[in-house]
């Protein structure tokens, strides 16, 4: 499995991805927030597509179902609807 980690702290991220390769993940890290669709698929699916389709957002919006939508801090967060 191949997990992404965005963490703003570098040493944080390392510290995440020594540990999950260390249970046999494959993990990219991204030390700079926020990233684009194209960014994340691109560290995600390892593929480069047009950014108008919205891949990316549907997979995030089933990752909130399962880890954010009941609780009131969220983990997952985004910039695309505030511009």
């Not at 944080?12 to 999950?20: E, H, Q, R």
């Not at 926020?34 to 994340?40: A, D, G, K, N, Y």
Request: no cysteine; charged share 35%; hydrophobic share 40%.
């Amino acid at each position: 499995m191949r997990i992404l980690v965005i963490e703003d702290e570098v040493k944080t991220g390392a510290y995440l991805k020594k540990g999950l390769e260390e249970s046999g993940y494959r993990v990219d890290v991204a030390n700079t927030a926020p990233l684009s669709r194209t960014q994340i698929a691109s560290y995600v699916w390892d593929m480069n597509f047009d950014s108008d389709t919205n891949v990316v957002e549907v997979a995030i919006r089933r990752l909130r179902a399962k880890i954010d939508d009941d609780f009131p801090i969220k983990l997952i967060t985004d910039t695309w609807n505030e511009r």
